[in-house]
């Protein structure tokens, strides 16, 4: 089963704007992740933040956390034709060995 | 450093048939998962194996094997497949106690 619900399932905008991605998941996690996956192939790492951070920047890219509300969003600024992708939110928890994905938002930027 | 490496690429069996899957590790990891991905789904973690041994399962039924090697690569088996077990197949590998996981590209099983 799934841990977490991600939102939108699919967003579409047009190039140079920002896309916002929102992941919610159900318990303690050590850290969460976020990943992007093009056309059905590997996923790629973005960016992980830990349990005790709140905001964490990669160039285009802003993720936070907000662990009280078991929430997480994920930022791209001026977005690119090679944003197009789906991207993932994955919980670890603390001793669980796993990952445990969301369903995934398909983004699909306009030229 | 070599990332994660999975073959085949494509695969198509059929039902009742088994497969094999392999997938080498990162350099410097020890550790590694298999997850499955059913079109327009996100991955489900199938288990995990360190030092040789499992080491975590998910909820996937005991056709569903797999091993490790001494140089960390790992190998899943499907035993009598179903079409249901059609799917992009990912291996993950990573450092027991540390943070991150590197992906492969996975394997496409379609069983007809």
């Known amino acids: 089963s799934q841990q977490g619900e991600e939102d939108p399932q699919a967003l579409s905008i047009q190039e140079g704007e920002n896309a916002t991605m929102n992941c919610s998941y159900k318990t303690s996690i050590n850290n969460l992740q976020w990943y992007r996956q093009n056309s059905g192939r590997g996923l790629v790492h973005l960016i992980l933040i830990r349990s005790n951070e709140r905001e964490k920047h990669s160039g285009r890219l802003r993720v936070t956390l907000d662990t009280s509300k078991k929430s997480s969003s994920l930022l791209i600024t001026a977005s690119r034709a090679a944003d197009t992708a789906s991207y993932f939110c994955a919980t670890d928890a603390r001793g669980a060995q796993k990952l445990v994905f969301g369903q995934g938002t398909r983004l699909t930027i306009n030229p | 450093e070599t990332g994660v490496t999975q073959s085949p690429t494509h695969l198509i069996k059929t039902r009742g048939q088994q497969v094999t899957l392999r997938c080498s590790s990162q350099s410097g990891h020890n550790t590694v998962s298999w997850y499955q991905q059913a079109l327009g789904q996100g991955p489900q973690f199938i288990f995990q194996?360190?030092?040789?041994?499992?080491?975590g399962r998910g909820n996937f039924p005991p056709r569903f094997s797999g091993l490790q090697f001494p140089n960390y690569s790992s190998e899943l088996n499907v035993n009598a497949l179903e079409l249901d077990d059609s799917a992009l197949y990912l291996c993950a590998s990573s450092l027991q106690g540390a943070d991150g996981y590197t992906f492969g590209s996975g394997t496409r099983l379609t069983v007809v």
């Open positions: 194996y360190y030092r040789e041994e499992e080491n």
